[in-house]
């Protein structure tokens, strides 16, 4: 019998076979594989149901997975109906211009995105991040080949120390190894608590974050002139991008661009 794990095919009862066949280190690679999928099989990232390979969907979630792709608005990266010509506006998109150059997302808010978000955020699925970040890199590839640096979204270090960890950081982590981009970790700072945003209205959410971030002068040399990517998991209203866009531009920052997982897509864009 031969099964396919992580890529590589294992026939059952012949191991020696092909690992001299893949050679040594190849041979050490399956042979982890291997492993891995006895010790933890391969689940759905979104529901857990059983899965022929690690990484991925069950048929369920990825028909519930609305992706975000072209035509969409140039500056906002809102989904359009139709094509409507390179470089659209969306209607927001003019009326309010946001601080931030570009933002791209991968999917729209709802159901599998929510749970992936969701479960990294919420439950400790920090095996979820590297799987989103591979996502963000391919929805906002021009994003992060643009960047001279990326910088998460931080969290107060009160919050931080009740949730452990920063999933923006897990994520922009992940995309800046990928990337070979720096990864600023310490250069934006979240200098005052700020309310959960879940259940704000639009301005709530804005008033909530304002003046909530900055970069502190010891710091700013690493963010002058540079094209900073703002990497965070879930755009809403946009409050919270919009305010650690200016702490960055107010620091000398030449631009900044925002890739986030999901953002919330009302169906009028």
Not at 211 to 222: I, K, L, N, T, Y
Request: aromatic share 6%.
């Amino acid at each position: 019998m031969v099964r396919l794990l992580s890529g590589v095919k294992v026939a059952a009862g012949r191991p020696r076979l092909y690992l001299r066949r893949m050679g040594f280190a190849d041979g050490l690679r399956a042979a982890a594989a291997t492993a891995a999928d006895l010790a933890l099989p391969p689940q759905c990232l979104g529901c857990d149901t059983p899965t022929g390979g690690h990484g991925g969907l069950c048929a369920r979630c990825w028909s519930k997975l609305r992706l975000i792709e072209k035509p969409y608005c140039a500056r906002l990266g809102v989904p359009f109906a139709y094509d409507i010509g390179p470089g659209a506006l969306s209607a927001e998109a003019i009326a309010d211009p946001p601080p931030f150059d570009r933002c791209r997302a991968v999917a729209a808010f709802d159901d599998t995105a929510r749970a992936l978000v969701h479960g990294l955020k919420y439950r400790d699925r920090l095996d979820l991040a590297a799987w989103m970040a591979a996502w963000m890199r391919r929805a906002g590839g021009e994003l992060v080949n643009d960047a001279d640096a990326i910088v998460p979204v931080p969290l107060h270090n009160r919050r931080l120390w009740w949730r452990r960890y920063n999933q923006s950081a897990l994520l922009s982590g992940a995309i800046a190894r990928a990337a070979s981009r720096p990864l600023l970790t310490r250069v934006l700072k979240r200098i005052r608590p700020t309310e959960q945003q879940v259940g704000l209205t639009h301005d709530q959410r804005d008033k909530n974050v304002r003046g909530a971030f900055r970069v502190a002068d010891g710091e700013r040399p690493q963010v002058d002139g540079k094209r900073i990517l703002l990497v965070d998991d879930v755009y809403t209203t946009g409050a919270t991008a919009k305010a650690a866009t200016r702490a960055l531009l107010r620091a000398g920052a030449a631009a900044v661009d925002v890739l986030v997982f999901a953002r919330v897509v009302h169906e009028t864009n």
